[in-house]
């Protein structure tokens, strides 16, 4: 018997129980859209889902992407009252740092656009920055974005609360069960293979195997863009509490904020090999670029030891923007994923646009920016949002 159950005929299989795959699940089962299973060939939060930074913003370059940030911050508001478990989400802002003029610029992109859709984003001058974050070395800050509605997360509850919901709601979820094939009748897909458990049969097949969507849809026959990039983080000892807002550098990736209990976690951006062939190991280098990037901000942090330093997926594309709709080449077999560094923030909102494409609502995201073809399409823009950090 496979783990989970013996069913072998779904509405549709979901292939990844991270927070793509539960909320769209979710959303799905409150639909009444069923049987349905979510397959994860790991634990649940083996994926990026249980790997991440927990930030949560509404500062970005194009108008569709802040209303999904939007729309997930008014969720994740409401998840402890609708889900019973406490995702620690506090708004105590994010705060963008630039270095120089051009970063200025970019910012200032986001600042209007940010604007444009009515949330109270400011600009800060460099000597408005300490009294955000207090210690701060002001020389090479020229400036910032902050938006106070912004904030952090603690990740794990949220999965948690997903699983056990949809589990109630009749969803299977079959941890331990790796999707190994995608099967298909001419350009519809019938269904998957896994291990174990040998076929399923679904008339939907979801991807939001995350940073594995690539090599999955590549099993299903399909060439995309989407790259698995690896991207390592840590958390330090506790600190007493001195610091509110998330602070993400633009010229080095560099990104912090400090959790209920203290620790400061974070990252920094160091380039690894491309795909997923290499596993999720901790690099030396990151963690000696990363002392010297956050104690040169922050030197008051001084000689801090380091609890815990992991790694994970982002699934990047090459505009920044998720894939979220049906393959055209292979009809059935939706995209749920492209999330890069963002996946979390953007979950609740995102996923009922992906629930839509199965139970056939419109939608009001444009296929040519978001769907899977528009990568094909001539004079595309190829860069809307930018700023590919925390
Ligand atoms: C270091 C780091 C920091 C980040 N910081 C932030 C942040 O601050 N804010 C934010 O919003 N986002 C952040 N992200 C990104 C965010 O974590 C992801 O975008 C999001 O978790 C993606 O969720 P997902 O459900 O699509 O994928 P995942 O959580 O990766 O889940 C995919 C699942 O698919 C399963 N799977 C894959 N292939 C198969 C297969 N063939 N068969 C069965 N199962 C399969 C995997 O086991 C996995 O559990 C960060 C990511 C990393 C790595």
Known sequence: MSPGGDRREFRVAIVGAGIIGLFTAHHLARAGFGPIVVLDRGFLSNGASGRNGGGVRQQWETPETIRLARESVAAYRRFGAEFGYNIWFRQGGYLF???DALELQGLDRIYAAVRAEGLGIRKLAPEEIPALVPGIRSEGVAGGTYLRQDG????????????ESVRRAGVEVRLGTGVTGVLRSGDRVTGVTTDPGG????????????????????????EVANVATRHEILATEPLKRFLDPMVVRLRDGLYFSQTMRGEIVGGLTVRHPPGTGHGVPTSIRFLREMSRALTGLLPRLGPLGILRAWSGFYDDTPDGLPVIG????????????????HGFMLAPAASRRIAAVLLGER????????????????????????????
């Open 363 to 390: 939608s009001d995201l444009d296929p040519a920016r978001f769907g899977p073809g528009r990568f094909a399409l001539p004079g595309r823009d190829h860069a809307p949002e930018r700023v590919q950090l925390g």
């Open 199 to 222: 076929e399923l049969r679904a008339e939907w097949v979801v991807n939001a195997a995350g940073g594995w969507s690539g090599d999955l849809a590549r099993r299903a026959g399909l």
């Open 97 to 99: 740092l630039a270095t």
């Open 326 to 341: 049906e393959e055209e080449r292979l009809r059935g077999f939706v995209e749920a994923n492209g999330f890069g560094g």
């Open 152 to 163: 952090t997360l603690y990740p794990f509850p949220a999965i948690w609360a997903l699983y």
